[in-house]
T-cell receptor, first 116, second 108 residues
Framework: GAVVSQHPSRVICKSGTSVKIECRSL??????MFWYRQFPKQSLMLMATSNEGSKATYEQGVEKDKFLINHASLTLSTLTVTSAHPEDSSFYIC????????????FGDGTRLSIL | GQNIDQPTEMTATEGAIVQINCTYQTSGFNGLFWYQQHAGEAPTFLSY??LDGLEEKGRFSSFLSRSKGYSYLLLKELQMKDSASYLC?????????WGAGTKLIIKP
């Protein structure tokens, strides 16, 4: 089945640090990748949608300059949380789809980010 | 507007059957996804319904009624490992509208 690898699984760092999270589709070409954030006991919140080779589309309220998304190839997308602060602590999950529309999103295992 | 509703929490007994409902109001509806999410883990895909009717996959089945804006996930022969949150998501105009998830608690 479709496999998405997300790395790292857990990050603990000091306030002000920038953190990069990688999302790779291992056995399929992901034309579209999605980045979500999930706070404890809450549902998934879509942050942005990215298509390979083009700029990401951010959801309302998500700061583009703070959450930098790069989707340089059909198998890799990265999310960089710049100058992270404690309020950015959350569970970040990526997902990928082969053909956005009628194909399911396959999720990475998520990255638990803790900013001290 | 667009919204999607599902119960916050349900409790069921091991070995029993449980039905988790999901109602939605969207424009440009294409289909309805169901995902399972264990605590602290990412969601995993369960099913995708496009046409009306019931689709069965082993112990799990999913139903869709487009005219009623309604779907349900049916879990049979419940096992303790089925304790998780179940998320429905409506695919609408190239976006997914996510429900808040139903936390399913299985008791022995």
């Amino acid at each position: 089945g479709a496999v998405v690898s997300q790395h790292p699984s857990r990050v603990i760092c000091k306030s002000g640090t920038s953190v990069k999270i990688e999302c790779r589709s291992l056995d399929f070409q992901a034309t579209t990748m999605f980045w979500y954030r999930q706070f404890p006991k809450q549902s998934l919140m879509l942050m942005a949608t990215s298509n390979e080779g083009s700029k990401a589309t951010y959801e309302q309220g998500v700061e583009k300059d703070k959450f930098l998304i790069n989707h340089a190839s059909l198998t890799l997308s990265t999310l960089t949380v710049t100058s992270a602060h404690p309020e950015d602590s959350s569970f970040y999950i990526c997902s990928a789809s082969t053909q956005w529309g009628n194909q399911p999103q396959h999720f990475g295992d998520g990255t638990r980010l803790s900013i001290l | 507007g667009q919204n999607i509703d599902q119960p916050t929490e349900m409790t069921a007994t091991e070995g029993a059957i449980v039905q988790i409902n999901c109602t939605y109001q969207t424009s440009g509806f294409n289909g309805l996804f169901w995902y399972q999410q264990h605590a602290g883990e990412a969601p995993t895909f369960l099913s995708y319904n496009v046409l009306d009717g019931l689709e069965e996959k082993g112990r799990f089945s999913s139903f869709l009624s487009r005219s009623k804006g309604y779907s349900y996930l049916l879990l049979k022969e419940l096992q303790m490992k089925d304790s998780a949150s179940y998320l429905c998501a409506a695919h609408s105009n190239y976006q997914l509208i996510w429900g808040a998830g139903t936390k399913l608690i299985i008791k022995p």
